[in-house]
């Protein structure tokens, strides 16, 4: 007789086997910790599995820090093959350090739609005994140079971390402190070192950091802590015990901006500050038409570079400035950071005469001596030489960049202003060609005999060994040596790129050595196209191409060297 399940045992039959497959098919996700007794000195290692490969993802530890400071986090993954059976397991090891004493929980961690089961700790206060015991093997010491500064002024913080001698320690040493409203710079490398400590010989090992506060008032530095193991011999035997070592708090007054400084002036403390200005050419060289690179250097010790001011470019009737540009570089010397801030001026006589350069005064803090201090730059005095062109005409004002206003200082949280290079004026329109002109434009009737006396010389970078770059866009000039920047720019009919290719010509050592003849004739194309780019001078007065590619192919030609000596015969007769 055959028999039949009833509709529902059926059912219920189903849904077991349903959820026996569910069951089977949910990896284990479990969590287990090395201990559940420890000291507050001491660390904790939570271990998390699931029974699965996981390459994307990882639970959410947020929980845990309640109770615990994450130290580390690690990740590790198997997979075994064993007579056609596969096991695979993902496992997530931190190091957890105590936050308090007491009975602590590790709650129910969640992950792929399962839960671990919730654990807890019980945390002691370490014996009197295990304290000293612990010094004696590892410890951390730190100080500041410094327990009141200025805002914006540097001093210094150092972290030593000392280990016995014949001790092995694992762990990273902290990384930089993150403190609110203090910018933090490490200064070099950890330095390991050895020293002795009440008649122990330790290990050691240094970090020095940098700190600028950015307001004024209370400053609270945090504890530096160093969590990991330490490997000591032991009864003749080597044990590894966990760890944590913590350096003690420091608290700093803040000072605000004194009364005594001048009103209006960016706040700048420092150690040392220095301002110094150099001219290309020499100032005695000046002359109309022909423009003058100022250089200002303003450095400065115990401070950031991007505290630095910005610098005025100088304003003097008769003298013109043109793009104006800023770098700011930062070193560390000893425990203190170095700044140095370059600004480049162009400036551009347009007159015949005695020209002063106006005197430059900068107010400064001076931390050591606690005084108001004023580094001063002495105007200049230029007399203008005549140029080829005996005036330059009135120009249009051209664009400049604008005042940058100090936005930082005394408990401001705005970062100081970043002076970006200025572009280069476009250059002039081409002008029209005369009516006995050729179709090939002004000054181009001789077109393929100069392309011919271009490529000569290109010819004889080739035959010494020169590597040639293939055809660049214009702006590239400026990488190449100036005898080639200056023949992409003919070939590329940039009179701007030309004039730059021969500025570079004139102060490279080359130019130096050149002969005066040649000198005297690159000087004379320099203030013409100088002319052209800064005073917009008349189309009579206009360098010519013919003249320029004349010019190029002279420069060009002090590339040939005489041809090397034959070599003595093997064989002499």
Do not use: C
């Not at 050419?281 to 505290?307: D, F, H, I, N």
């Amino acid at each position: 007789m055959t028999r039949f399940l009833s509709p529902n045992r059926l059912f219920l039959g189903v849904l077991l086997l349903l959820t026996m497959l569910h069951a089977s098919a949910l990896a284990a996700f479990t969590a287990e910790t090395d201990r559940e007794v420890i000291d507050e000195n001491d660390i904790l290692r939570l271990t998390l599995r699931i029974d699965e490969q996981i390459f994307i993802g990882e639970p959410d530890f947020a929980p845990l820090e309640q109770d615990f400071t994450i130290m580390s986090q690690q990740r590790a993954s198997q997979f075994t093959l064993v007579n056609g059976q596969t096991e695979s397991e993902t496992s997530w090891t931190l190091t957890l350090q105590p936050k308090r004493r007491g009975t602590l929980q590790i709650p129910a961690l969640a992950f792929k739609g399962q839960q671990t089961a919730p654990l807890r700790v019980r945390v002691t206060a370490p014996s009197a005994a295990a304290q000293e015991a612990l010094r004696a093997l590892v410890f951390m010491e730190s100080a500041v140079s410094t327990d009141s500064a200025y805002v914006q002024e540097q001093f210094t913080l150092t972290v030593s971390l000392w280990y016995a001698a014949g001790a092995v320690l694992f762990g990273d040493f902290p990384p930089p402190p993150t403190i609110p409203n203090v910018l933090v710079y490490p200064l070099g490398d950890a330095e390991p070192g050895r020293r002795q400590r009440d008649g122990r010989r330790y290990n050691t090992i240094t970090q020095r950091y940098a700190l600028i506060p950015q307001r004024s008032g209370v400053l609270r530095l945090p504890p530096q802590s160093f969590a990991g193991a330490v490997r000591i011999p032991e009864g003749g035997r080597t044990r590894r015990k966990n760890l944590r070592a913590q350096t003690p708090r420091h608290e700093l007054s803040i000072q605000p901006v004194p009364a005594g400084w001048p009103d209006g002036a960016p706040w700048l403390p420092a150690r040392n500050l220095t301002l110094e200005a150099t001219y290309a050419p020499a100032l005695a060289s000046a002359q109309v038409g022909v423009p003058l690179e100022q250089t200002l250097r303003l450095r400065a010790e115990g401070v950031a570079a991007s505290t630095l001011p910005p610098l005025p470019a100088p304003r003097v009737p008769g003298l013109r400035t043109y793009d104006s540009q800023t770098a700011l570089e930062e070193a560390v010397r000893g425990p203190w950071l170095r700044a140095e801030q370059r600004t480049v001026t162009v400036l551009m006589p347009e007159e015949a005469g005695a020209l002063s350069l106006p005197t430059l005064s900068l107010p400064w803090w001076d931390t050591q001596a606690d005084a108001l201090r004023y580094a001063t730059l002495p105007g200049a005095q230029l007399r203008v030489a005549e140029g080829t062109l005996s005036a330059l005409p009135e120009a249009s004002p051209s664009a400049k960049p604008a005042e940058a206003t100090p936005t930082f200082g005394a408990d401001s949280a705005k970062a100081p202003p970043v002076v970006a290079p200025l572009e280069d004026e476009p250059a002039p329109e081409e002008e029209a060609p005369p009516e006995d002109s050729r179709p090939l434009g002004p000054a181009w009737g001789g077109l393929f005999a100069a392309l011919v006396a271009l490529l000569g010389a290109v010819g004889l970078w080739r035959r010494q060994g020169r590597s040639t770059a293939s055809a660049a866009p214009t702006g590239q000039g400026a990488q190449e040596s100036p005898r080639k920047a200056l023949l992409w720019a003919l070939a590329a009919e940039d009179r701007d790129a030309a004039y730059a290719a021969l500025l570079r010509w004139q102060r490279s050592p080359e130019g130096r050595a050149a002969s005066e003849t040649l000198q005297t004739a690159v000087h004379e194309a320099l203030a013409s196209l100088g002319a052209e780019r800064y005073g917009r001078a008349p189309t009579a007065g206009s360098l010519s191409w013919e003249a320029l590619k004349a010019l190029a192919v002279k420069l060009a030609a002090r590339e040939k060297k005489p041809p090397s000596p034959p070599l003595p015969a093997l064989y002499p007769p």
